[in-house]
Protein backbone atom coordinates (compact mmCIF):
# COMPACT_ATOMS: atom_id res chain seq x y z
CA UNK A 1 0.00 0.00 0.00
CA UNK A 2 1.46 3.43 -0.99
CA UNK A 3 2.34 5.81 1.62
CA UNK A 4 -0.02 8.70 3.04
CA UNK A 5 -0.63 11.56 0.39
CA UNK A 6 1.19 14.37 1.69
CA UNK A 7 0.43 17.98 1.92
CA UNK A 8 0.57 19.85 -1.75
CA UNK A 9 2.77 22.36 -2.06
CA UNK A 10 1.54 25.37 -4.05
CA UNK A 11 3.49 26.56 -7.03
CA UNK A 12 6.24 23.72 -6.57
CA UNK A 13 8.71 24.25 -9.58
CA UNK A 14 7.88 20.55 -10.13
CA UNK A 15 4.22 20.70 -10.41
CA UNK A 16 3.29 18.92 -13.62
CA UNK A 17 6.51 17.85 -14.60
CA UNK A 18 6.99 14.60 -16.21
CA UNK A 19 10.11 12.76 -14.98
CA UNK A 20 12.30 9.66 -15.26
CA UNK A 21 14.16 8.82 -12.74
CA UNK A 22 16.56 6.08 -13.94
CA UNK A 23 17.88 3.85 -10.85
CA UNK A 24 14.96 5.02 -8.78
CA UNK A 25 14.13 1.84 -7.38
CA UNK A 26 16.27 2.29 -4.25
CA UNK A 27 18.97 4.10 -2.93
CA UNK A 28 19.05 7.53 -3.15
CA UNK A 29 17.33 7.46 -6.47
CA UNK A 30 14.26 6.25 -4.84
CA UNK A 31 14.75 8.87 -1.93
CA UNK A 32 15.08 11.71 -5.12
CA UNK A 33 12.07 10.18 -6.82
CA UNK A 34 9.60 10.23 -3.33
CA UNK A 35 11.09 13.96 -3.14
CA UNK A 36 9.65 15.28 -6.54
CA UNK A 37 6.61 13.11 -5.99
CA UNK A 38 5.95 15.91 -2.84
CA UNK A 39 6.61 18.42 -4.82
CA UNK A 40 4.08 17.76 -7.49
CA UNK A 41 5.79 15.90 -10.05
CA UNK A 42 4.72 12.74 -12.27
CA UNK A 43 7.27 10.33 -12.20
CA UNK A 44 8.61 7.19 -14.04
CA UNK A 45 10.73 4.79 -11.79
CA UNK A 46 13.24 2.64 -13.71
CA UNK A 47 15.38 -0.06 -12.24
CA UNK A 48 16.69 -3.12 -13.38
CA UNK A 49 13.72 -5.59 -11.99
CA UNK A 50 9.95 -6.14 -11.94
CA UNK A 51 9.88 -6.79 -8.71
CA UNK A 52 12.30 -4.01 -7.13
CA UNK A 53 9.98 -1.58 -9.51
CA UNK A 54 6.70 -2.95 -7.74
CA UNK A 55 8.60 -2.60 -4.39
CA UNK A 56 9.52 0.81 -5.21
CA UNK A 57 5.98 2.09 -6.24
CA UNK A 58 4.43 0.63 -2.85
CA UNK A 59 7.04 2.70 -0.69
CA UNK A 60 6.46 6.09 -2.79
CA UNK A 61 3.48 8.69 -1.33
CA UNK A 62 0.14 8.98 -3.17
CA UNK A 63 0.77 11.26 -6.03
CA UNK A 64 -0.44 14.88 -5.81
CA UNK A 65 -3.50 15.31 -7.88
CA UNK A 66 -2.72 15.19 -11.44
CA UNK A 67 0.18 13.60 -10.84
CA UNK A 68 1.18 9.94 -11.25
CA UNK A 69 3.81 7.35 -9.90
CA UNK A 70 4.77 4.66 -12.95
CA UNK A 71 7.52 1.97 -13.35
CA UNK A 72 9.47 0.15 -15.75
CA UNK A 73 11.72 -2.59 -15.39
CA UNK A 74 14.79 -2.29 -17.83
CA UNK A 75 18.79 -2.49 -18.15
CA UNK A 76 20.08 0.68 -19.15
CA UNK A 77 22.91 -1.04 -20.15
CA UNK A 78 21.68 -3.12 -22.56
CA UNK A 79 21.26 -1.39 -26.38
CA UNK A 80 17.79 -0.42 -26.61
CA UNK A 81 16.07 -0.20 -23.15
CA UNK A 82 17.20 3.80 -22.69
CA UNK A 83 15.10 4.43 -26.09
CA UNK A 84 12.44 2.44 -25.43
CA UNK A 85 12.53 3.71 -21.45
CA UNK A 86 11.65 7.07 -23.10
CA UNK A 87 9.09 5.79 -25.47
CA UNK A 88 7.06 4.43 -22.64
CA UNK A 89 7.28 8.17 -20.95
CA UNK A 90 6.11 9.62 -23.85
CA UNK A 91 3.17 7.12 -23.82
CA UNK A 92 2.43 6.59 -20.23
CA UNK A 93 2.99 10.51 -19.07
CA UNK A 94 2.64 12.63 -22.42
CA UNK A 95 5.98 13.86 -22.58
CA UNK A 96 9.17 13.72 -20.68
CA UNK A 97 10.41 17.43 -19.33
CA UNK A 98 13.16 16.07 -16.86
CA UNK A 99 15.92 13.46 -16.67
CA UNK A 100 17.55 12.06 -13.01
CA UNK A 101 20.33 9.29 -13.91
CA UNK A 102 21.15 7.29 -10.19
CA UNK A 103 22.39 4.43 -11.90
CA UNK A 104 25.45 3.29 -10.81
CA UNK A 105 28.06 0.53 -9.25
CA UNK A 106 30.47 0.95 -6.81
CA UNK A 107 32.87 -1.21 -5.55
CA UNK A 108 37.12 -2.27 -4.05
CA UNK A 109 39.79 -3.19 -5.87
CA UNK A 110 43.23 -2.53 -6.13
CA UNK A 111 43.50 -1.20 -9.65
CA UNK A 112 46.58 -3.26 -10.66
CA UNK A 113 44.91 -6.20 -9.77
CA UNK A 114 42.04 -4.67 -12.04
CA UNK A 115 41.48 -6.35 -15.50
CA UNK A 116 40.81 -4.41 -18.68
CA UNK A 117 37.26 -6.56 -18.85
CA UNK A 118 36.63 -6.25 -15.03
CA UNK A 119 37.69 -1.98 -15.57
CA UNK A 120 34.63 -2.49 -18.64
CA UNK A 121 32.51 -3.67 -16.12
CA UNK A 122 32.56 -0.64 -13.98
CA UNK A 123 32.54 1.99 -16.98
CA UNK A 124 29.04 -0.11 -18.00
CA UNK A 125 27.17 0.07 -15.39
CA UNK A 126 28.38 3.82 -14.60
CA UNK A 127 28.66 5.18 -17.99
CA UNK A 128 26.99 3.16 -19.89
CA UNK A 129 23.99 3.03 -18.67
CA UNK A 130 23.81 6.60 -19.27
CA UNK A 131 24.32 7.34 -23.22
CA UNK A 132 21.11 5.93 -24.85
CA UNK A 133 18.64 7.15 -22.09
CA UNK A 134 20.23 10.54 -22.46
CA UNK A 135 20.31 10.79 -26.11
CA UNK A 136 16.67 9.36 -26.49
CA UNK A 137 15.54 12.44 -24.03
CA UNK A 138 17.76 15.29 -24.71
CA UNK A 139 15.46 16.59 -27.52
CA UNK A 140 12.29 16.49 -25.51
CA UNK A 141 14.33 17.89 -22.13
CA UNK A 142 15.15 20.99 -24.07
CA UNK A 143 11.80 22.00 -25.09
CA UNK A 144 10.79 21.60 -22.13
CA UNK A 145 13.98 24.18 -21.13
CA UNK A 146 13.97 21.10 -18.30
CA UNK A 147 16.75 19.87 -16.42
CA UNK A 148 19.42 16.64 -17.01
CA UNK A 149 20.55 15.35 -13.39
CA UNK A 150 23.59 13.10 -12.85
CA UNK A 151 24.10 11.66 -9.78
CA UNK A 152 28.50 10.80 -9.98
CA UNK A 153 30.46 10.58 -6.50
CA UNK A 154 33.26 12.15 -4.77
CA UNK A 155 35.13 9.37 -6.43
CA UNK A 156 35.15 11.04 -9.77
CA UNK A 157 36.56 13.97 -8.50
CA UNK A 158 39.10 12.36 -5.79
CA UNK A 159 40.93 9.01 -6.39
CA UNK A 160 41.23 7.27 -2.66
CA UNK A 161 43.15 4.05 -2.43
CA UNK A 162 41.28 0.88 -3.11
CA UNK A 163 38.65 2.14 -4.91
CA UNK A 164 40.57 2.89 -8.21
CA UNK A 165 38.25 1.29 -11.02
CA UNK A 166 34.75 3.45 -9.50
CA UNK A 167 37.04 6.62 -9.50
CA UNK A 168 38.04 5.81 -13.05
CA UNK A 169 34.26 5.27 -14.14
CA UNK A 170 32.49 8.26 -12.14
CA UNK A 171 35.62 10.36 -13.79
CA UNK A 172 34.71 8.90 -16.93
CA UNK A 173 30.95 9.65 -15.91
CA UNK A 174 31.35 13.45 -15.14
CA UNK A 175 33.53 14.38 -18.14
CA UNK A 176 30.04 12.77 -20.04
CA UNK A 177 28.24 15.09 -18.22
CA UNK A 178 30.72 18.20 -19.19
CA UNK A 179 30.12 17.42 -23.02
CA UNK A 180 26.11 17.00 -22.79
CA UNK A 181 25.76 20.37 -20.61
CA UNK A 182 27.98 22.11 -23.78
CA UNK A 183 25.53 20.89 -26.41
CA UNK A 184 22.40 20.90 -24.07
CA UNK A 185 22.94 24.70 -22.34
CA UNK A 186 22.81 26.54 -25.85
CA UNK A 187 18.99 24.74 -25.78
CA UNK A 188 17.95 26.12 -22.83
CA UNK A 189 18.45 22.59 -20.70
CA UNK A 190 19.94 22.37 -17.28
CA UNK A 191 22.55 19.65 -16.43
CA UNK A 192 23.94 19.08 -13.26
CA UNK A 193 26.61 16.75 -12.03
CA UNK A 194 26.19 15.70 -8.43
CA UNK A 195 29.27 14.55 -6.86
CA UNK A 196 28.80 13.47 -3.01
CA UNK A 197 30.19 11.23 -0.64
CA UNK A 198 29.17 8.04 1.25
CA UNK A 199 25.50 8.68 1.03
CA UNK A 200 23.45 6.88 4.50
CA UNK A 201 21.12 3.81 3.56
CA UNK A 202 17.55 4.26 4.86
CA UNK A 203 17.99 0.74 6.01
CA UNK A 204 21.48 0.88 7.54
CA UNK A 205 22.06 4.44 9.18
CA UNK A 206 24.71 2.86 11.85
CA UNK A 207 28.58 3.03 9.76
CA UNK A 208 29.39 0.07 12.30
CA UNK A 209 27.21 -2.05 11.26
CA UNK A 210 28.15 -1.24 7.13
CA UNK A 211 29.16 -4.78 5.29
CA UNK A 212 27.75 -3.71 1.48
CA UNK A 213 31.38 -4.73 0.09
CA UNK A 214 32.02 -7.22 2.40
CA UNK A 215 32.48 -10.39 0.25
CA UNK A 216 34.23 -8.36 -2.08
CA UNK A 217 37.08 -7.37 0.10
CA UNK A 218 37.39 -10.70 1.64
CA UNK A 219 37.55 -12.37 -1.86
CA UNK A 220 40.57 -9.33 -3.25
CA UNK A 221 42.46 -10.07 0.10
CA UNK A 222 41.86 -6.25 0.96
CA UNK A 223 42.28 -4.40 4.10
CA UNK A 224 38.93 -4.91 6.29
CA UNK A 225 38.89 -0.87 6.48
CA UNK A 226 38.28 -1.41 2.25
CA UNK A 227 34.95 -2.65 3.69
CA UNK A 228 33.99 1.37 5.27
CA UNK A 229 32.33 3.75 3.23
CA UNK A 230 34.56 5.83 1.38
CA UNK A 231 36.83 3.35 1.69
CA UNK A 232 38.14 3.98 4.85
CA UNK A 233 38.17 8.13 4.23
CA UNK A 234 36.81 9.83 7.14
CA UNK A 235 33.60 11.04 6.12
CA UNK A 236 30.75 10.73 8.00
CA UNK A 237 27.37 9.17 5.43
CA UNK A 238 24.95 12.36 4.46
CA UNK A 239 21.34 12.63 5.14
CA UNK A 240 19.71 11.04 2.01
CA UNK A 241 16.71 13.65 2.20
CA UNK A 242 18.72 16.46 2.88
CA UNK A 243 20.63 16.03 -0.44
CA UNK A 244 17.78 15.49 -2.02
CA UNK A 245 16.85 18.79 -0.64
CA UNK A 246 20.17 20.45 -2.22
CA UNK A 247 19.82 18.52 -5.64
CA UNK A 248 16.23 19.86 -6.15
CA UNK A 249 17.61 23.52 -4.77
CA UNK A 250 20.75 23.20 -7.22
CA UNK A 251 18.28 22.62 -9.67
CA UNK A 252 15.97 25.64 -9.17
CA UNK A 253 19.20 27.85 -9.21
CA UNK A 254 20.29 25.68 -12.40
CA UNK A 255 23.56 25.83 -11.06
CA UNK A 256 26.51 22.75 -12.92
CA UNK A 257 28.27 21.10 -10.53
CA UNK A 258 26.89 20.06 -6.99
CA UNK A 259 29.75 18.50 -4.69
CA UNK A 260 28.57 17.51 -0.91
CA UNK A 261 30.41 17.38 2.25
CA UNK A 262 31.67 21.49 0.50
CA UNK A 263 35.00 20.23 2.24
CA UNK A 264 35.43 17.94 -0.63
CA UNK A 265 34.43 20.34 -3.00
CA UNK A 266 37.38 22.60 -1.67
CA UNK A 267 39.59 19.51 -1.37
CA UNK A 268 39.10 18.82 -4.76
CA UNK A 269 39.58 22.65 -5.65
CA UNK A 270 43.11 22.28 -4.43
CA UNK A 271 43.50 18.74 -6.40
CA UNK A 272 42.74 20.41 -9.58
CA UNK A 273 45.04 24.16 -9.06
CA UNK A 274 47.66 22.60 -6.76
CA UNK A 275 47.96 18.97 -7.89
CA UNK A 276 51.13 18.46 -5.49
CA UNK A 277 49.92 19.77 -2.40
CA UNK A 278 46.41 19.38 -3.00
CA UNK A 279 47.56 15.19 -3.16
CA UNK A 280 49.86 15.82 -0.46
CA UNK A 281 46.74 17.24 1.79
CA UNK A 282 44.48 14.25 0.22
CA UNK A 283 46.67 11.60 1.35
CA UNK A 284 46.22 12.92 5.04
CA UNK A 285 42.61 12.10 5.34
CA UNK A 286 43.32 9.16 3.16
CA UNK A 287 46.32 7.25 4.54
CA UNK A 288 47.62 4.21 2.69
CA UNK A 289 45.65 0.96 3.54
CA UNK A 290 47.24 -1.86 6.26
CA UNK A 291 47.80 -4.98 4.50
CA UNK A 292 45.28 -7.36 4.63
CA UNK A 293 45.26 -10.12 7.29
Known sequence: MNAPNPKPRRGAPWHGRRVIVAGGTSGFGLVLARHLLEAGASVLLVGRSADGVRRALERLPEPLAGSKSLGTAADLARPGEGGRVVGEALDRLGGVDDLFFSVGRSGRARILDTSAEQLAGFLDANLRTAVEITTAAAEDVARAQGHMVYIGSLA???????????AVAKSALAAYVDAVRLEMAPQGAHVLLVSPGPIRREDADDDATFDRYADEVAAAGLPPEAN??????????????????????????????????????????LVEWFPD?????????TPAPSKAP
Open 228 to 269: RPGGGAPLKRLDPDRLAEQVLEACRRRTSELVVPRKAAWLAG
Open 156 to 166: GKLVTPLMGPY
Open 277 to 285: WGRRLLARF
